[in-house]
C-alpha cells in the first residue's frame, strides 16, 4: 500500500475512535464475531471492546479442514465475553464428519441461555440428525425468535418457551408428537415456519387461532391436514406433488391413481377448511385438481375471499381451474394473476395427462355459463416469461384471451384491469413477442363490445429485474 493509502486509513481509523464506545460496540455487533475480534486489533482502545457486544454471528463454514481452530475461536469469544444479556446467537457448524460438536454445542448454548438470550440460530451442516437440541435451551424462558436445522428433539426433553414468537425448524425429522410438544410449549407463539422437514405420517395442523398459514415447495409424501384453522385470515397453497411414479421410478396404475385420489381428497377438504380465509394464493398444481375435480362433477365449497391470487402456468388447464375457483367466490374484489411460462421439468404421469386432455377442446364460456362476479373490481395479470410466446400459446389456442373476455363479461362490476409485462427480447425470435402479445391483448379488451367508458384497462411495461 502506498504512503497516501496509508494515511488514509489512519485518518478514517481516527475519525471512528472518535465515536464512544457504545456506537462502536454496537457496530461490532453487526460484522461476523471473527472479523469483529480482528478488528479489535486495529486500535489499543478497541482492544476490549468486543468483550462487550451482545451479537454473536459465528459462521464456521469456512473452517471445513480446520474445526479446532472454530472451536478456539467460539471458547475464546465466550469466555472472555462479559454482557449480561445476548440479544443474537448465530452458530452454524462447519461439516465434519469425524468431529463430534455435541459437547461443544452444548457448552455455548448453555453460556448464551445464562445471558437470557433472546434469537438463536443453530444450524448443523449434517442430515443425519444425530445431534439434539441441548436441554438448556429447550426450557430457555428468554428465547423470542428461534431458528434450527439438522438437528432432532429429544423425545424425553420438556418444550417450555413461553417468550418465543417465532419458531424456525429447517431439515428436522419430527412426528405429530414433536409438534403437539413443541406448540404446546409456545403459548406466546405467532409464526410458525417448517421447511424441508421429514415425517413419516400425516401432518395434522390443529391451530384454532391460526391467522396465517403456508404451504409450498415439493411435498411428494407428505400429507398435511388441516383439522382446525377457523380463524385463518390469509393462506398460501403453492405446493406441487409429484406422481409416485416419477417418486420411486417405476410404474403401478394402481398406486399412481390411489396416490392422485388421496391428494385430490386433500384439496377438497383444504378448500372447505379455508373457505372462511380473505385472501388466498393459490398455485398452478392446486389449480390444476381444481379442475379435475370439476371435470368429475365433484361440487365445490363456496369461499368468502376477497382477495385471490392466483401463481400458475400459462395453460388452459390452469386458467380453467381458476374459473372454478372464481366461481365459488362470490364476494372476491381483487384477482391477480402472476403468469410464467411451464417448468422444463413439469412432469405428468399417464392419469394426469388423460384428465388434463378432457379439457382440450372445452370452451370457458359454455362451461361456465351464468356466472356472474358481482364484487370483483381489480383484476392484475402480471406476466415474466422466458420462453417464446409461441410456446405457451399458438394459434387458435389463446386461453388467456378467453379468460380475460370470461372475466369482462361477467364481472359486472369491474373497474380495472391490468396487464404487466417484463420488457425483454426473445432469444428464438429475436422479438419482444411476450411484450407484444399482452399489449395486443389489452388493445383487443379495449376494442371488446365487453368493454365500458367506466372500466378502466391499463398495460404497464417495466424492464427485468
Request: proline share 2%; with cysteine; aromatic share 10%.
Amino acid at each position: 500500500m502506498s504512503t497516501n493509502g496509508v494515511r488514509e486509513v489512519e485518518k478514517t481509523l481516527d475519525r471512528i475512535s472518535k465515536l464512544p464506545d457504545a456506537v462502536l460496540i454496537q457496530i461490532l455487533s453487526l460484522l461476523l464475531t471473527k472479523d469483529a475480534v480482528a478488528s479489535c486489533a486495529l486500535s489499543k482502545r478497541w482492544r476490549y471492546l468486543c468483550n462487550s457486544i451482545d451479537n454473536f454471528h459465528f459462521y464456521g463454514c469456512s473452517y471445513y479442514n480446520n474445526v479446532e481452530n472454530f472451536v478456539f475461536l467460539v471458547d475464546h469469544v465466550l469466555s472472555h465475553c462479559t454482557c449480561s444479556k445476548i440479544k443474537k446467537f448465530q452458530l452454524i457448524l462447519p461439516y465434519n464428519s469425524e468431529w463430534n460438536f455435541d459437547l461443544s454445542i452444548s457448552r455455548w448454548m448453555n453460556f448464551a441461555v445464562e445471558r437470557k438470550v433472546e434469537d438463536v440460530l443453530l444450524c448443523l451442516c449434517d442430515d443425519n440428525f444425530t445431534f439434539k437440541l441441548p436441554i438448556s435451551i429447550c426450557t430457555c424462558s428468554s428465547l423470542i425468535t428461534l431458528d434450527w436445522s439438522c438437528c432432532a428433539i429429544d423425545k424425553e426433553s420438556v418444550i417450555q418457551w413461553k417468550s418465543l414468537k417465532s419458531l424456525k425448524l429447517n431439515y428436522v425429522f419430527i412426528d405429530n408428537d414433536d409438534l403437539a410438544k413443541i406448540l404446546s410449549g409456545c403459548p406466546a407463539l405467532e409464526t410458525l415456519e417448517l421447511s424441508l422437514f421429514e415425517a413419516d405420517e400425516l401432518l395434522e395442523i390443529i391451530a384454532p387461532y391460526l391467522q396465517h398459514l403456508e404451504i409450498s415447495g415439493d411435498l411428494d409424501y407428505l400429507k398435511c391436514k388441516l383439522v382446525n384453522v377457523s380463524y385463518l385470515v390469509t393462506a398460501t397453497l403453492t405446493f406441487n406433488i409429484t406422481c409416485i411414479t416419477e417418486i420411486e421410478g417405476f410404474a403401478d396404475e394402481d398406486g399412481c391413481s390411489d396416490y392422485h385420489q388421496g391428494f385430490r381428497n386433500l384439496v377438497l377438504d383444504y378448500l372447505q377448511k379455508l373457505s372462511c380465509a380473505t385472501e388466498l394464493i393459490i398455485g398452478r398444481w392446486f389449480a390444476e385438481v381444481v379442475f379435475m375435480l370439476r371435470l368429475e362433477g365433484v361440487s365445490l365449497p363456496k369461499l368468502r375471499c376477497k382477495c385471490l391470487t392466483l401463481e400458475m402456468y400459462v395453460t388452459k388447464n390452469n386458467l380453467y381451474g381458476a374459473a372454478s375457483l372464481l366461481q365459488n367466490s362470490p364476494l372476491l374484489e381483487t384477482l391477480n394473476i402472476p403468469l410464467r411460462a411451464r417448468a422444463f421439468n413439469d412432469f405428468r404421469c399417464q392419469l394426469e395427462l388423460r384428465y388434463l386432455d378432457k379439457g382440450r377442446h372445452i370452451i370457458l364460456q359454455s362451461w361456465k355459463s351464468n356466472v356472474v362476479f358481482p364484487n370483483l373490481k381489480n383484476v392484475t395479470f402480471d406476466a415474466c416469461i422466458y420462453e417464446c410466446r409461441k410456446k405457451w400459446f399458438g394459434r387458435g389456442n389463446d386461453k388467456l384471451f378467453e379468460l380475460s373476455v370470461f372475466l369482462l363479461k361477467n364481472a359486472t362490476a369491474l373497474k380495472k384491469f391490468v396487464i404487466v409485462s417484463k420488457r425483454r427480447i426473445c432469444r428464438e425470435c429475436s422479438e419482444s413477442c411476450v411484450s407484444q402479445y399482452l399489449s395486443g391483448l389489452a388493445k383487443k379488451l379495449l376494442d371488446s363490445p365487453r368493454s365500458s367508458k367506466k372500466l378502466l384497462i391499463i398495460y404497464q411495461e417495466s424492464a427485468l429485474d
